[in-house]
């Protein structure tokens, strides 16, 4: 069985400075904070001078196809396709409990991974 979570950490600093996403995709939705509030975050990638969409609301470009979605201790990892790349998107926050350094800094992370689709 697989289940859905209700929210979807993107960003998750504290209480008050978090992004999440409630909607099954992440393309063409839009993410918002845990109280319902609206903070939009847009993402895409422009290939051969075509753009996709992959995070968020922009109705003029044409949305990536969501692969897949894993939500870990720590990250929050989706893979996109289009007809030309391949592309995985992390985004992690490092509340490691047993360094405060670490732990204090208001900082998550956005890692792409991009592999070419069609062989050029």
């Not at 075509?50 to 949305?63: I, L």
């Not at 897949?68 to 989706?78: E, F, G, V």
Request: glycine share 4%; proline share 8%.
């Amino acid at each position: 069985m697989k289940l859905r979570a209700p929210a979807v950490p993107l960003v998750t600093v504290d209480p008050y400075f978090s992004i999440w996403s409630s909607y099954n995709t992440l393309p063409r939705n839009p993410t918002s904070h845990w109280t319902g509030a609206r903070h939009g975050l847009t993402g895409w990638i422009e290939c051969d001078d075509d753009r996709y969409v992959f995070m968020g609301m922009d109705s003029e470009t044409p949305p990536m196809v969501q692969q897949s979605l894993d939500i870990n201790a720590l990250s929050t990892c989706y893979s996109f396709s289009c007809s030309k790349v391949w592309l995985d998107v992390i985004f992690t926050t490092p509340l490691l409990m047993d360094d405060l350094y670490i732990l204090s800094r208001p900082v998550s992370y956005i890692k792409c991974k991009i592999r070419s689709a069609d062989g050029l």
